[in-house]
């Protein structure tokens, strides 16, 4: 047996070896600064990019998982090899033949690693298949099932399909004339082991090589066109093995994952052929699961290479499912996970039910491009299938549709959505805008509920749907407990109801930049200033509890020092937010500061107050205007309620335009 890989040739590949082209086929990386690229990071689950390396030291680190290293330790962790497999790995890349300290170089045979052997095993049987295929007499029926769906050998070649022949130990023959031996051939699923030695894992099977992202030959799905055949399943797919588990693999990721990182969009389809009819209409960034549902593992693998991140404009992932039931319970399901994506998902059902294979011998390209460009947002699509369970002809039917499309849209992220979606959902069902709201609203609060760790109710779980809110999130709103004074819950309150503030809407953002003027400069704003807001002038649920926080804080002598103006507002403010304030009393303002008082400019902190206050009072607008026009359907009028709100109305809107003629 062959001793350890000699020091100087480890060093070698280590300094040859590029940890950015290394990297890059498992991360898709964009500029962090001089010297440096960021990305998400391939080891855990993350929405903003924290994964760093620094080519020039050829050094790698995560600043969210806490893992890092070199380009050696790098492939040992993403592909689960021992030390010695990737530097033998990364060696093979290089082109570059290996000493050993028992001397001299050993045999190639003897010199690859496990690891190294399946994948060699792998290229060498889609070789065999594909010539099988191309060649053989009894390949015709596969031949045959490849034309009749427009596809000719290029494509078999560009794709590298082949055919299993149905003798049952022809590959396994083929594998041992070339070195492999029957360990390497049953442990990388190509083989099965009976009674009489082995057999071909495939046989009399149309085969697609499942390719990891590298373009490496990891396994392969196999398809049946015999009607003879005594396996009736229709797919069959390599088991698990050492170098191939189903769900971190995606076929057709090795020929999209370039245009994917380009145009930050995935299009997942359901089968091989899918894959093959959109790459060859131009949708080039299409993909499929290898026979399991497409699960959370596929969507970090994706999310890396789409740069799903936060801080960037969305990105974009359509799903195309059949028409059929199968197909839309597929869609639910993916709908159920679209929470883990940053980007937006949209989902492409053929009218007809066809599949993008069907599409292109029906319609051609254009077909199929035209499927992709007119996905619909998965909301959209969730709503219009939940709804067609029910008979919207009758009340029950109609009411029992809106309870249940009632969380679809209560949980859409973006906020400024849910509006347009609420009338959207009333007019598919033909009711009132503001019982639909009403469902929204409460659906958003049993969420809020389910979500907690003993189950409870939050505190404002028996508010009437139509509370003065008007929001849909739901959960603790401190400050609101009928007056105007804050109430303040207790600490098995407030945990789990306080979401981090999506810092992507705009309004939230000004709402934190507010929160922090406030807490890193408590005397800025002009005198009285902060009691003309609310706490329900903050969207974020955790901005309204600081906020709550501050305008305790605000009537008691907390403000000798900026230090102890920052723990009296801590000492206020519920304890779930501590370490928000913490972190808003540190954050650097996105603004310059004035250089003889080292305090932002008063046109910086008045258009963060009024942009705030607007929101608040055109909200407020909103939903008295709302409540006007349900007073006017309702069958009791009440004139003196009506009095009070036009009231209300004509001052809320006075202040608007006191707000607007101070900003011109």
Known sequence: MAGRINPDDIATVKSRSSIEDVVREHVTLRPAGPGSLKGLCPFHDEKTPSFNIRPAVGAWHCFGCGEGGDVISFIQKVDHLTFTEAVERLAQRLGMELRYEDGGSRPREEGLGRRSRLLEAHRVAEEYYTERLLSDQGARLARDFLRARDFNSTHVRRFG????????????????GKGFTDEELTIGGLAGRGSRGLYDRFRGRLVWPIRDITGSTIGFGARRIFDDDRIEAKYLNTSETPIYKKSTVLYGLDLAKKRISQDR???????????????????????????????????KLLRRIMRDEADLAPAKVIF????????????????????????????????????????????????????????????????????????????????????????????????????????????????????????????????????????????????????????????????????????????????????VPDQRDPVVLAERQLLQVLLQFPTVLRPGAVDLLTSSAFSAPAHRAVYDGIRIASGTDGRASLGSWVSAVTEAAPSAVAPLISELAVATLPTRMDATTGLPSSRYVEELFNRVRTVELTRRVADAMSEMRRLDHAAEPDPQRSRALAVELQELQRQLASIKEGMA
């Open 320 to 499: 195309t499912f059949d028409g059929d039931a199968a197909g839309q319970k597929a869609a639910m399901r993916a709908f159920a996970d679209d929470e883990k994506w940053t980007s937006q998902s949209f989902v492409a059902v053929e009218k007809s039910g066809k599949d993008p294979c069907e599409l292109r011998q029906a319609g051609g390209d254009p077909a199929v491009q035209a499927l992709i460009e007119d996905a619909v947002p998965m909301f959209e699509f969730a709503v219009r299938t939940t709804i067609k369970r029910f008979d919207l002809g009758t009340a029950e039917g109609r009411v029992q549709a809106s309870r249940a499309v009632a969380p679809i849209v209560a949980s859409i992220r973006d906020r400024s959505l849910r509006p347009e979606y609420t009338r959207e959902v009333a007019g598919l069902l033909g009711i009132e805008v503001e019982q639909v709201g009403a469902e929204v609203a409460r659906a958003g609060r049993l969420k809020v509920d389910a979500d907690r760790p003993d189950g409870r109710p939050s505190p404002r779980s028996g508010e009437s749907p139509n509370g003065r809110d008007g929001r849909s999130g739901g959960g603790w709103r401190p400050g609101e407990s009928g007056g105007d004074e804050a109430v303040e819950p207790g600490p098995d309150e407030v945990a789990g109801l306080l979401p």
């Open 265 to 299: 969009q995935a299009v997942v389809v359901e089968g091989y052929t899918d894959v093959m009819a959109c790459h060859l209409a131009g949708v080039e960034t299409a993909v499929a699961t290898c026979g399991t549902a497409f699960g959370a593992e596929h969507i």
């Open 161 to 176: 399909i082949g055919f299993a022949p149905r003798g049952g130990e022809d590959l396994v023959g083929h594998l041992r």
